[in-house]
């Protein structure tokens, strides 16, 4: 058997594995329930068929040097190869009566999805294969396109299905203005119908193209021939509409989608704060939540009407600066004893901090002081009252006016005159503008001596020092200043929730962090963003993903070190440093690039 | 006070029962290129080390500019006027060859975090006059234009001068080289022995380094001292040190000498 050969056998066989296991963890079948294209395709078809095409462009591909008949058969194969060991499991439910009670997703809904719905399993079976084997080719006519379609089809064709998958924010989002017949046209319960599916592919198809054509040079000349007075106006006029856009945002999304930001946006907080630990200094910090949970609970031995509040609750704005100092000093006193450790050991170390706050949380010793298990409750949503709200009220409620006869608006006052981050659109403000802060103080450091210190100790600790650098000092800071963030975003989540539990402070959370930051790019600040999307926002909005959400997380993070270990949005110098090694291969200087 | 920028007594590091420092006493008058040589682990780098702060000594005392150096840490140390480079190059990889050099000036930077968070004017001028005298090195080293690489790109001889720009950051009394011209071809060997003398000429740097190639030491030496199993077995004008018996033996093992001087006089 020679070499090529073996190849394609092995990745048809690894694409048939993974839809084999894609169908026995039950992806399959949770996600057989959401159409892409109404009563047509759904997401598992995509999965499964899609195995079956990239099994055929990458059998096509590992073969450069062929003629086009070799690389079909391979291709073929590949595709083919695909769906043996599905094929295999069907074979096994029909000679295994109980196959379910050791594989408790192999259901009926399965079988039928993989036999193609045909009453006898072994001819559906064997139609499988032969469906996998035209796919197989269709992945090598797709390989065999030139680089300039191929590239706007895959990106439109991501977004189609991506418009697709999220159909029903969509639905959410043009509701209020469109009629019932328009929307029942374009959208089935879920999913888009057929014809505007097809429409927008071939929309999208033909933006991306011309845009790679000649529109992305002429955009970019366009902008080149600015004189300085443009350039500084046009970023006037950009950075103004994205204000306008972030302030409309709520309006545009309604309550469900607004609270999904809001999710984000507490993640962004933390994960801002974070990455001045790790991304920065390089200090693996492993007990995140501690600083979270120091903001919450700080918040609502404050504000709180219970009996573990103050006699006279204080409002959330003297609360927020005391939350935000009790966390840095957490960070402050918990740095102490880690100075000496490094790497591994300061993981595990910070690790056990994480537990240990919420074991004291859940103890019985503190009980009487933050509540145990039962958490601490009545704690007020933010609010704006009195002066501050009226004056509010007069630049507010106008725009509110003007902007209601789109079905838009922005923060407004209550029936009382009050402004109360209660309900999450008006949360979102909340969060909006506390991450805006973050960012900012983010860059500021980032940019600074500070910033630059602190990645010296993330290179090389002893050098450092030998710099002239107080690393100890240097560390501390980091610790200290990292904390800061964590405190308010769970200053805003006690807040948010009107009461807490020990139970929201596990060490999941510190994980999730973690996750996101590395996803996006260590050391990244627009990173941050891009990973709290990712991994916190795409989970809420798919309900049927958030029983595989670990599992995601998992295979996002291995994946992500396998192909862009340097994250989804790198940083400057990660960046730099993919260009310079491309450089390096093809010594063109760096201005020829156009 | 004498005119030595630095001044070891009886200095002693042991690690565990290796004395790898033993009773060592050295003086270096200021404004000087000196030397130390030796076979491998004859305690060079241990002595380095000791000097900046990465080790500290068990015994003796070790003055620079007449203040004792003795449980300082070695940023202590780096801003009381040594810097030093390293034997195995230890650049800031990740960060560009300006932000290296950037890092080098951290004695003598003063802006804090809450200035820089409130992007105060001073601050701005500060970090913008770092960023001149980081690119004034960069000249002055001969990497001009390169101070948006990163470090780690830079080709082998150009890291070596970085790590000499970045030592020079902190405008150093005493520079420690350890081994500047290791892994060197000649010609890169003769451009860093020039440069050498020029940064004592110019800049009135005084130079300890450790070498190995003799072409530099003799060349440009104006002390040169042996040291072998943490002990001085020499020390004096390069031309002393390359007759002396004792330094022969130490390299190529007992009986050398009168093994040479038995082929001397067949020649």
């Given at each position: 058997m020679n070499e090529e050969l073996r190849g394609t056998i092995k990745t048809g066989l690894i694409a048939g594995v993974v839809t084999l296991s894609l169908g026995m963890i039950g992806i399959l079948v949770a996600f057989n329930k959401r159409f892409i294209v109404t009563d047509a395709v759904t997401l598992a078809d995509l999965l499964l068929f899609g195995m079956a095409v990239i099994a055929g462009y990458l059998g096509a591909s590992?073969?450069?040097?062929?003629s086009m008949g070799r690389r079909l058969l391979h291709g073929g194969l590949a595709g083919m190869l695909a769906a043996v060991p599905t094929f295999l499991l069907i074979l096994l439910t029909l000679v295994w009566e109980g196959i379910r009670d050791s594989?408790?997703?192999?259901e009926p809904a399965l079988v039928s999805l993989l036999t193609l719905d045909n009453e006898n399993v072994v001819v559906g079976g064997i139609l499988l294969i032969v469906v996998f084997g035209v796919l197989g080719l269709v992945g090598v006519g797709y390989a065999q396109l030139p680089v300039r379609f191929r590239r706007p089809i895959s990106m439109s064709l991501a977004w189609t299905i991506g418009s697709g998958v999220m159909s029903d924010i969509l639905i959410g989002i043009l509701r209020p203005r469109m009629s019932n017949d328009t929307l029942r046209s374009l959208f089935g319960s879920t999913g888009l119908q057929p014809v505007p599916f097809v429409v927008l592919f071939v929309l999208l198809t033909a933006v991306f193209f011309w845009w790679q054509q000649g529109g992305q040079t002429r955009y970019q000349t366009l902008r080149q021939n600015f004189t300085p007075r443009q350039q500084k106006s046009s970023r006037r006029v950009s950075i103004s509409l994205l204000v306008i856009f972030l302030l409309i945002l709520p309006s545009l999304l309604g309550v469900y989608l607004s609270e999904i930001f809001n999710e984000i946006g507490r993640f962004v907080l933390m994960g801002l704060g974070l990455n001045i630990a790790?991304?920065?200094?390089?200090?693996?910090?492993?007990?995140?939540v501690t600083n979270f949970a120091v903001g919450a609970y700080i918040m609502a031995l404050l504000t709180?009407?219970?009996?573990?509040?103050?006699?006279?609750p204080w409002s959330f704005w003297l609360a927020v600066p005391i939350c935000v100092v009790a966390a840095m000093f957490t960070g402050f006193i918990l740095a102490l004893p880690v100075l000496k450790m490094r790497g591994d050991y300061l993981a595990i170390a910070t690790l056990g901090f994480g537990e240990i706050i919420r074991v004291l949380a859940r103890s019985d010793a503190l009980k009487p002081v933050i509540?145990?298990?039962q958490g601490i409750l009545q704690i007020p949503a933010a609010q704006i009252g009195g002066f501050m709200a009226q004056v509010m009220g007069y630049i507010l409620n106008p725009i509110n006016n003007l902007l209601s006869r789109f079905e838009l608006g922005i923060l407004a006052t209550n029936s009382n005159g009050d402004i109360v981050f209660g309900n999450p659109p008006q949360l979102y403000y909340l969060f909006i503008l506390a991450s805006l802060l973050m960012l900012f103080i983010s860059r500021r450091l980032n940019n600074s001596r500070t910033g630059r210190r602190w990645m010296a100790i993330r290179e090389d600790e002893d050098v450092a020092a030998a710099m002239g650098i107080n690393t100890t000092n240097a560390k501390v800071l980091a610790f200290t200043l990292s904390a800061a963030s964590g405190g308010l975003a769970g200053a805003i989540f006690a807040a948010k929730l009107g009461s807490i539990f020990?139970?929201?402070?596990?060490l999941l959370i510190s994980i999730n962090v973690l996750a996101l930051i590395i996803v996006g790019g260590l050391g990244s600040i627009p990173g941050v963003i891009v990973g709290a999307f990712a991994l916190v926002g795409i989970p809420q909005l798919l309900s049927e993903f958030a029983e595989f959400r670990l599992l995601l997380y998992g295979i996002a993070l291995i994946g992500m070190m396998l192909v862009?270990?340097?994250?989804?949005?790198?940083s400057e110098v990660h960046r730099r440093e993919i260009h310079s090694h491309g450089e390096d291969e093809t010594a063109v200087p760096v201005s020829v690039k156009p | 006070m004498s005119d030595n920028i630095l001044e070891a007594h009886q200095v002693v590091k042991r690690f565990g029962g290796l004395l790898?420092?033993?009773?060592l006493d050295y003086e270096l008058p200021r404004g000087m290129i000196a030397s130390i040589i030796g076979p491998n682990g004859a305690g060079k780098t241990t002595f380095f080390n000791c000097l900046t702060g990465f080790y500290q000594i068990d015994e003796g005392t070790l003055d620079f500019n007449g203040s004792?150096?003795?449980?300082?840490?070695s940023y202590e140390i780096t801003q009381l006027g040594i810097s030093r480079t390293f034997q195995n190059i230890r650049l800031f990889?990740?960060?560009t060859v300006l932000e290296n050099i950037m890092v080098g000036q951290e004695p003598h930077l003063k802006s804090s975090w809450i200035g820089a968070l409130l992007g105060l004017p001073s601050v701005r001028r500060e970090e913008e006059a770092t960023e001149a005298r980081a690119r004034e090195l960069l000249d002055f080293v001969g990497?001009?234009?390169?101070?948006?690489?990163?470090?780690?790109?830079?080709?082998y001889g150009d890291q070596r001068r970085l790590e000499i720009a970045r030592a020079l950051g902190a405008k150093p009394k005493l520079l420690l080289l350890d081994?500047?011209?290791?892994?060197?071809?000649p010609r890169e060997t003769a451009q860093t022995t020039t440069f050498i003398k020029r940064l004592r000429d110019e800049l009135g740097i005084t130079i300890l380094m450790i070498e190995h190639d003799m072409k530099v030491v003799m060349g440009i030496s104006e002390k040169v001292t042996v040291l072998d199993y943490g002990r001085k077995i020499a020390e004096g004008l390069p031309q002393e040190i390359q007759s002396n018996p004792v330094v022969i033996e130490a390299y190529l093992g007992k009986g050398a000498t009168a093994a040479l001087m038995a082929q001397e006089k067949q020649a």
């Open positions: 590992s073969l450069k040097e062929h594989f408790i997703n192999v790790i991304g920065l200094a390089g200090l693996l910090d492993l007990g995140y709180s009407s219970s009996q573990f509040g103050p006699e006279n509540g145990g298990a020990p139970s929201s402070f596990e862009r270990p340097e994250g989804l949005w790198p | 790898a420092t033993d009773h004792s150096l003795i449980g300082l840490e990889n990740n960060m990497l001009r234009g390169l101070g948006d690489q990163l470090a780690k790109n830079l080709p081994e500047p011209t290791a892994g060197m071809n």
